[in-house]
Structures are given as structure tokens and as C-alpha cells.
T-cell receptor, first 112, second 113 residues
């Protein structure tokens, strides 16, 4: 059964803080893990893409995957007010063509 | 931004009428998807396509049909719109492998009254 759990928030932090966003999942077939950022009334924008377990860093963003725990995280360093958005985790098995399974999103607010 | 254009961007329609949403891509990607996004449910897959004339159902396909006659165009049709189909609809594309990184359009906000 495909299921991804994500705390909807809102998560409110002061500017400059380190933000930690997380998702858990139950389907061990997932191999591809993504984080999307979605501003109000806009389409999701791909932020990070990782395959299997491990860490990936891109600027202020770090994605972490722990397949043994079925747990993924997105860390944002030196958070800015422009980071205020909804963050969606997404996962795929790589088999078939049946799209991604998404978390419901975490609403993040960075206070100036 | 990935070259994805959704049309219309906004539409209000009456219950019982057919509605067609269009997704056009300029990336020549093989895979195309239609999702709907609703509060409390997140993004859910309606239908997907893995090539011209090759389509299949997703998680919430009842009441929807799709067609893909060209690589660049993927159409979503609500055969007889209902209020439960009021939603924001997103088209997405991915290049080489399914269920991997996908890029989204800006969405179509549909209201069924």
C-alpha cells in the first residue's frame, strides 16, 4: 500500500534558523525521493532529487534518505522569508509508469 | 521552468457539462501525468501516459478520461463535471524513467457550480 506521512504544520521559525522537514513512508519499493516547494497558487517546483539512501546537498538545502527507517528529511540552512512555502515530499518506485506518491505537504513560515 | 503550458488557467463550469483541460510540453518528454490537488489530500494521480496513445488510470480516475495523440499534448476530459471535481489540476512530465523526477505546470483551477 502506498502511503506517505508528512506533518502539515504550519511550522514557524525565525529567519536564519535551520529548518528540518520530514516524511515517513511504508512502501519499501520506493527508491526515488524528491522534495518540491510550492508557493501559493503556483505549481510544485522540484528542489531536490535523490536515489536510494544517503545525503545530497545543493546550496542551503540538504536531502537525507534513510531507507532502513523509511524516513526522509529536508534541511534548510540560513532560512530566508522567501523560503516560506509548502514543501511536498514525493516518492517513486521506478517501476511501471504510475507516477509519484506525495505527502500532503508541510506549510513553512519563516519569520523576518 | 520546464516548458509546460496548461490551459485554461481558470475555469468555472456547470454541473453536468463536459470539460477538457490541455497540457502542452515543449520538452519532448515521454511521460505525462495529470494530478489533482485538494486540501487534506495532497496531490493525487488521475491518469498518466507513457507514450503517444498509451495511457492508464491512476488513483482517482473515475469520471475522467485522457487522450494523447501527439507527444507534446495530453488532454484531460471531465465527461460530466460534478462539484466533487472542483479542484486544482496539475500536469507533470518526466523524461526517461517513470516515477522519478517530474516537472509540473502552473495548474488549472476548476470550479464546478
Amino acid at each position: 500500500q502506498k502511503e506517505v506521512e508528512q506533518d502539515p504544520g504550519p511550522l514557524s521559525v525565525p529567519e536564519g534558523a535551520i529548518v528540518s522537514l520530514n516524511c515517513t513512508y511504508s512502501n519499501s519499493a520506493f527508491q526515488y525521493f524528491m522534495w518540491y516547494r510550492q508557493y501559493s497558487r503556483k505549481g510544485p517546483e522540484l528542489l531536490m532529487y535523490t536515489y536510494s539512501s544517503g545525503n545530497k546537498e545543493d546550496g542551503r538545502f540538504t536531502a537525507q534518505v534513510d531507507k532502513s527507517s523509511k524516513y526522509i528529511s529536508l534541511f534548510i540552512r540560513d532560512s530566508q522569508p522567501s523560503d516560506s512555502a509548502t514543501y511536498l515530499c514525493a516518492m517513486g518506485s521506478g517501476g511501471g509508469a504510475d507516477g509519484l506518491t506525495f505527502g500532503k505537504g508541510t506549510h513553512l513560515i519563516i519569520q523576518p | 521552468d520546464a516548458g509546460i503550458t496548461q490551459s485554461p488557467r481558470h475555469k468555472v463550469t456547470e454541473t453536468g457539462t463536459p470539460v477538457t483541460l490541455r497540457c502542452h510540453q515543449t520538452e519532448n518528454h515521454r511521460y505525462m501525468y495529470w494530478y489533482r490537488q485538494d486540501p487534506g489530500h495532497g496531490l493525487r494521480l488521475i491518469h498518466y501516459s507513457y507514450g503517444v496513445k498509451d495511457t492508464d488510470k491512476g488513483e482517482v480516475s473515475d469520471g475522467y478520461s485522457v487522450s494523447r495523440s501527439k507527444t507534446e499534448d495530453f488532454l484531460l476530459t471531465l465527461e460530466s463535471a460534478t462539484s466533487s471535481q472542483t479542484s486544482v489540476y496539475f500536469c507533470a512530465i518526466s523524461e526517461n524513467s517513470p516515477n522519478t523526477e517530474a516537472f509540473f505546470g502552473q495548474g488549472t483551477r476548476l470550479t464546478v457550480v
